[in-house]
């Protein structure tokens, strides 16, 4: 039975459904799902259908002013996981559905690219042979459609040395067919992979995999397999993927960085028809990302690979979702709606009866959590694969080499003889160094003056290569400074502190000279293709050493990477953050990974200035049992993630006074109002206090229910209306809190 009314969210935060009339000429059209053209206020807007129904309370309804498209963009699963979401983060409903929706797909704004094709049509030989005679360019064309049976017509004008004009003369004889025919932008297109066989599996292997294909045939708590650094996580994955396609099902794939899609997408394009792979991240160009979203809601894909938008993926059946390097903090949006993309990966497997699947050498506390107390399936992989070894680490204390150098330098002893020695044998190193630029900040040893962001409360970081100081939060830039900018001191003695990894690449070409060196940072990444270029030099052997940020710390593959090189192990183990020494831990393990996974056993050298710190010892062990087992009783003492949960509240505005009285005053309410088991902190700046001339306020809460607090949040947030230019943002199990 039709009915008469749609439940509509339409493109405004206002976290709410609005009821339309669906008028006659609609009711076949209107489905849940469908983008509709409404009539809002005084002007029309575009929403989406949410919701039917026979009735509704308000008895003057508008219609419906047309429904956009041919088919519905949302399924009522998709639908669902955004009503989830905007309950579980405390955002507006619409907000929700946004994010399932790719923009170029929300606005419609670009469509199917048509391309001519030509084929040959009917031509007798006496016809071809007056083609020889008069027209030769002609003929041309003929001979080479005989031979390729169709093609662009834009290439055939261009293999037969003439113009489309002349194609099209041939069309109108009808010697050649000329049709319009959509064509895929696809961003692998022009791609080659040679195809590769299921690999044979050690027993942890197969054990896991058993696990794996268990879920997807019988979908019950998600698996979590933990896995040392080249112990076959991917391999286990292919397999998995292959035993939910041959149930009829699809798979979604996700990866942490963008930089690691190259890399999972050769390996799965090896394994599995290229028609059934789409990708799906943030360099696709509006046309590909328009391209690759609809080919997976017409069920043409079955395999989705991407980054964290790609959790909502439009897939027909969904059978299986592999979340790789489930620990990585960027699967966390940090935006509104601030979502985990692992777990509405859990929460999606849940409300599609699908397996989900996350994998880790360093699993996040909350995963690991879970699997302990019985929540998650636990496999393990402790061995890596072909009997090679993990990579020996090395500890080296900075505090010692700095006194035997007389100054800080960038390579201590050790590090150079090894680089040396990788050198001399033709095998390859990573350096690995998580912040970009030459040095951290410029200080005057006379006055003390320090460069500091005139719109934030950070330090400017000076880049060489274009005698800047630059702001990496807000992104404002100036000329470096000859003499101290002070206007009592203007000693010409001012310096650069600190190091980034300009620096690092600068002192690897003084020390060795005849060294190919390349970096690998965002300063240097302005090409969406420049990731696989690189890439693909470094495995051929084309570069020598790689200089990086966190984009070369997990999942690459390079046998001939003997030796990584961690010049700060301390970078970020002293940060104001609870997690400082769990993101310390995962990231050398992490680099760690990239070395020895050849025939030849690595090695990793770790400079660090507090080398005895817990975190450093388990991972130079490899003992992620221990450091969890520490870890965990510090989070218990004082209720922190995962024992508790967390939401923090920040407030910005541009005035410090008004957003520290806002501050104040909301907690002051939420005290009366909140659970006894809800532990609220004292407001105060953020650690980052001002970004981009914003002053920002802190407030975080720990409560044992988390549905229970975010319930009263959304009651209570309406009610006590900030200043005029302060605003609130929720973040719900925060993974950053600077």
């Given amino acids: 039975m039709t ?43 575009q929403g989406y259908v949410v919701g039917l129904a026979d009735n509704s309370p308000h008895p003057h309804l508008k219609e419906i002013g047309d429904v956009v498209g041919k088919k519905p963009l949302l399924s009522d699963k998709i639908l669902e996981l955004a009503r989830w979401m905007a309950k579980y983060y405390c955002c507006p ?35 071809f042979a007056a083609l020889l005679k008069k027209a030769k360019k002609q003929a041309r064309v003929i001979e080479i459609l005989r031979r390729e049976e169709e093609m662009l017509v834009a290439d055939l004008a261009t293999r037969a040395e003439t113009d489309a004009a002349t194609v099209k003369k041939l069309a109108e004889k009808g010697f050649i067919i000329i049709t319009d025919r959509v064509q895929e ?45 080249g112990s076959g996580k991917t391999e286990v994955y292919l397999q998995a993927i292959d035993h939910c396609l041959h149930q009829g099902k699809d798979a979604i794939v996700l990866v942490p960085e963008i930089s690691l899609t190259p890399q999972t997408v050769e390996r799965f394009r090896a394994r599995f028809p290229k028609q059934q792979i789409t990708v799906l991240h943030s360099h696709l160009s509006e046309g590909e990302r328009h391209d690759q979203w609809h080919k997976i809601r017409d069920g043409e894909s079955h395999i989705v690979i991407g980054a964290r938008s790609a959790v909502f993926a439009p897939v027909q059946s969904l059978g299986l979702i592999v979340v790789d390097e489930e620990h990585e903090n960027s699967y966390k949006q940090d935006e509104t709606p601030r979502y985990n993309a692992r777990d509405l990966a859990v929460v999606r497997g849940k409300l599609e009866n699908a397996a989900v699947v996350l994998g880790s050498a360093t699993p996040s506390l909350e995963s690991f959590y879970n699997a302990q107390r ?21 500890i080296v204390d900075m505090r010692q080499e700095a006194i035997r150098a007389k100054g800080l330098y960038v390579l201590s002893s ?69 003499v101290c900018p002070n206007p009592e001191c203007r ?30 940072d965002s300063d240097v990444m302005t090409r969406k293709s420049l990731y696989r270029e690189i890439l693909g030099a470094f495995r051929v052997g084309k570069i020598d050493i790689l200089v990086g940020t966190q984009m070369i710390a997990k999942g690459l593959h390079f046998p001939n990477v003997t030796l990584v090189g961690i010049i700060h192990a301390d970078m970020a183990l002293h940060l104001p953050d609870f997690r400082a020494g769990e993101r310390t831990f995962q990231l050398l393990v992490q680099v760690a990974g990239r070395a020895g996974r050849g025939d030849v056993e690595g090695e990793v050298v770790v400079q660090s200035f507090t080398p005895y710190h817990p975190a450093i010892q388990h991972a130079r062990q490899h003992d992620y049992l221990g450091f969890y087992e520490q870890e965990i009783e510090f989070r218990e003492q004082l209720r922190y993630p995962p024992v508790n949960r967390m939401v923090c509240l920040t407030m910005r505005g541009r005035n410090d006074t008004k957003v520290k009285f806002y501050a104040d005053t909301l907690a ?37 229910k988390l549905l229970r607090l975010t319930e009263t949040l959304s009651k209570i947030l309406p009610t006590l209306k900030p200043p005029e230019d302060v605003t609130v943002h929720i973040d719900v199990d925060p993974l950053s809190l600077l």
Avoid at 203 to 210: C, H, R, V
Avoid at 385 to 390: E, L, P
Avoid at 498 to 510: D, H, L, N
């Fill in 185 to 229: 932008r696809d961003p692998f297109g022009g791609e080659a992979f040679l195809p590769t066989e299921p690999l044979p599996l050690t027993a942890e292997q197969q054990k896991a995999l058993d696990l794996c294909n268990a879920a997807i045939d019988h979908p019950d708590k998600p698996v979590l397999i933990r896995g040392v650094t």
């Fill in 3 to 45: 009915k008469l009314i749609a439940r509509v969210v339409v493109d405004v935060a206002l976290d709410r459904e609005f009821d339309y009339r669906i008028p006659p000429h609609l009711a076949d059209a209107v489905r849940i799902g469908s983008r509709v053209a409404v009539p809002f206020g005084s002007r029309t807007t």
């Fill in 414 to 482: 050790r590090l150079r003889d090894a680089i040396q020695a990788r050198l001399d044998k033709s095998e390859q190193v990573i350096l690995f160094l998580n912040r970009r630029g030459y040095a951290t900040h410029m200080c005057c040893p006379k006055c003390g003056y320090v460069a500091t962001c005139s719109h934030c409360s950070v330090s400017l970081v000076y880049h060489r290569k274009d005698d800047k100081l630059s702001c990496h939060f807000c992104g404002h830039h100036e000329t470096a400074p000859k």
């Fill in 491 to 520: 000693d010409p003695a001012i310096r650069y502190s600190g190091i980034g990894t300009e620096k690092v690449e600068s002192a690897i070409q003084k020390v060795f000279p005849k060294a190919r060196v390349q970096r690998m």
């Fill in 93 to 127: 409903v619409e907000s929700a559905v946004k994010c399932a929706l790719p923009e170029v797909v929300r606005k419609a704004k670009v469509s199917w690219k048509e391309r001519q094709f030509a084929k040959i049509g009917q031509i007798t030989p006496a016809e």
């Fill in 374 to 394: 019985g929540r998650y399936t636990l496999a393990t992989l402790s061995q890596r694969v072909d009997n090679q070894k993990m990579p020996v680490i090395r």
């Fill in 668 to 704: 002051r309410e939420l005290k009366k109002h909140v659970a006894r088991d809800v532990i609220i902190g004292e407001p105060g700046p953020a650690p980052l206090a001002k970004i981009q001339n914003y002053h920002r306020y802190q407030l975080i809460l720990r409560a044992d």
